[in-house]
C-alpha cells in the first residue's frame, strides 16, 4: 500500500506514451495517420512556459528542454511538478476555449484532449492535497474513471495497464489512511538514495549493523 500513490504518477508518463506530449522524433508512417496533437510549435510553446514560470523555491524545478533527449524520462514528482504547473498553463493556452486551430473539427478535438488531460491532472491535484475528506475522495475517483474511460476513444493506441485499475483504489486509500504525504513512498525512496550513494567496499560493515539494529 505505500507505494501505492506512485502508480498515479506513473499515469502522468502516458502523457509521453499516448501523444499528448511528444519528443521530437519524426510520427510514424500509417495509412490513416491520426492527428498530431504536438508540433514542435507546441513544444516550444511548453519549454517556453517552463522557462518563464516563476515558482516558489520549495516547488522542484522541471527540466527546460523537456521533449529532448538530453533531458532523459521525468521522475514522477517532476511529472507531478508538470501536470499541475506547467502543463495547464500551456495546453490551456493552446487548446482551450477562445483559441484559433485550423479547422473547427480540430479545435474541437483538441478541446476534448485537454479536458481529457485536465481530469487526470484534476486526479492528481486532489490526491496531494495535504487535507482530504469524503468529498475529495470521491471527486478523485470520478476524476480517475472519467480519464480511463476516454483513454481508448481518444487515443486508440493507448493499452490499459495494470496501474489504471490500482489508481482507481487509491481514493480508498485516502478515506482509510489520509493524505497521501503520510503514506506514500518519496520518504523511503530518498532514503534508498542516500544509502546507495554511501562510500562503500560492498562489504557488511559498521553501517550495515548500525541500520539493522536500529530497525529492530
Same mark, same amino acid.
Not at 15 to 26: M, N, Y
Not at 33 to 44: A, N, S
Not at 148 to 158: K, N
Given at each position: 500500500?505505500?507505494?501505492?500513490?506512485?502508480?498515479?504518477?506513473?499515469?502522468?508518463?502516458?502523457?509521453?506514451?499516448?501523444?499528448?506530449?511528444?519528443?521530437?522524433?519524426?510520427?510514424?508512417?500509417?495509412?490513416?495517420?491520426? !492527428?498530431?496533437?504536438?508540433? &514542435?510549435?507546441?513544444?516550444?510553446?511548453?519549454?517556453?512556459?517552463?522557462?518563464?514560470?516563476?515558482?516558489?523555491?520549495?516547488?522542484?524545478?522541471?527540466?527546460?528542454?523537456?521533449?529532448?533527449?538530453?533531458?532523459?524520462?521525468?521522475?514522477?514528482?517532476?511529472?507531478?511538478?508538470?501536470?499541475?504547473?506547467?502543463?495547464? &498553463?500551456?495546453?490551456?493556452?493552446?487548446?482551450?476555449?477562445?483559441?484559433?486551430?485550423?479547422?473547427?473539427?480540430?479545435?474541437?478535438?483538441?478541446?476534448?484532449? &485537454?479536458?481529457?488531460?485536465?481530469? !487526470?491532472?484534476?486526479?492528481?491535484?486532489?490526491?496531494?492535497?495535504?487535507?482530504?475528506?469524503?468529498?475529495?475522495?470521491?471527486?478523485?475517483?470520478?476524476?480517475?474513471?472519467?480519464?480511463?474511460?476516454?483513454?481508448?476513444?481518444?487515443?486508440?493506441?493507448?493499452?490499459?495497464?495494470?496501474?489504471?485499475?490500482?489508481?482507481?483504489?487509491?481514493?480508498?486509500?485516502?478515506?482509510?489512511?489520509?493524505?497521501?504525504?503520510?503514506?506514500?513512498?518519496?520518504?523511503?525512496?530518498?532514503?534508498?538514495?542516500?544509502?546507495?550513494?554511501?562510500?562503500?567496499?560492498?562489504?557488511?560493515?559498521?553501517?550495515? &549493523?548500525?541500520?539493522?539494529?536500529?530497525?529492530?
Amino acid at each position: 500500500m505505500i507505494g501505492s500513490v506512485s502508480v498515479l504518477f506513473h499515469l502522468l508518463s502516458e502523457l509521453d506514451r499516448i501523444s499528448i506530449i511528444q519528443r521530437d522524433t519524426k510520427p510514424r508512417i500509417s495509412d490513416n495517420p491520426p !492527428l498530431k496533437i504536438v508540433t &514542435l510549435d507546441v513544444m516550444q510553446h511548453i519549454r517556453g512556459v517552463i522557462e518563464r514560470t516563476i515558482t516558489p523555491s520549495w516547488i522542484n524545478s522541471v527540466p527546460s528542454n523537456f521533449g529532448h533527449a538530453a533531458a532523459g524520462q521525468l521522475k514522477a514528482d517532476e511529472w507531478r511538478t508538470m501536470s499541475t504547473i506547467y502543463l495547464p &498553463l500551456a495546453l490551456v493556452g493552446l487548446w482551450g476555449k477562445g483559441t484559433s486551430h485550423s479547422s473547427p473539427d480540430v479545435g474541437a478535438h483538441l478541446r476534448c484532449v &485537454l479536458d481529457h488531460t485536465m481530469a !487526470l491532472v484534476s486526479a492528481v491535484t486532489l490526491a496531494c492535497l495535504r487535507t482530504t475528506t469524503d468529498a475529495r475522495s470521491i471527486a478523485y475517483r470520478n476524476y480517475v474513471a472519467s480519464y480511463i474511460r476516454d483513454l481508448r476513444r481518444l487515443h486508440p493506441e493507448a493499452t490499459y495497464r495494470t496501474n489504471h485499475h490500482m489508481a482507481i483504489h487509491i481514493c480508498d486509500f485516502l478515506r482509510l489512511f489520509g493524505p497521501v504525504h503520510s503514506w506514500w513512498c518519496f520518504p523511503f525512496e530518498r532514503l534508498i538514495g542516500q544509502l546507495q550513494r554511501l562510500t562503500s567496499n560492498h562489504k557488511f560493515g559498521k553501517v550495515f &549493523l548500525y541500520i539493522t539494529s536500529y530497525s529492530y
